[in-house]
């Protein structure tokens, strides 16, 4: 999908930023069909840093971030494109990621144990 526009908080953020490497901001990105898309795109020793921060092994599961090297203009810009592709499945993934109702899971789940069901009862017959 088109990429209409790229925003932050601020215009300028990007110019504010003490450590392209180390720093992570909501990006927001307008679609050509209107709708604009919030995600976090963070850099890798962003997350070292957040995980240190809080004390954990791991980055936590509700931090739905989109990781980079650095936070530049055309590494955002790269990236947004990249994730708006194939109708912005991967841009509507981390934008909706904590709205889904897990009886969507569920429901793939049982699609997917009914699939290999079927599967296996190809092979045994």
């Known amino acids: 999908m088109l990429v209409k526009k790229i925003s932050f908080v601020r215009p300028n953020l ?28 963070a850099t890798a020793k962003n997350i070292v840093s957040l995980m240190d921060k809080e004390k954990t092994n791991f980055s936590e599961p509700a931090d739905p971030f989109i990781i980079v090297r650095k936070l530049t203009k055309e590494i955002i810009e790269e990236t947004v494109k990249a994730y708006a592709e194939n109708d912005a499945y991967w841009l509507k993934f981390y934008h909706f990621a904590g709205e889904v109702d897990t009886a969507v899971f ?3 789940q049982a699609e997917h144990t009914e ?11």
């Open 14 to 41: 990007l110019e504010e930023i003490p450590d392209i490497e180390d720093y992570n901001l909501d990006v927001f990105v307008e679609l050509e069909d209107g709708y604009t898309y919030t995600v976090v795109i």
């Open 106 to 108: 569920n429901r793939l």
């Open 115 to 125: 699939y290999l069901k079927e599967l296996d009862e190809l092979d045994n017959s």
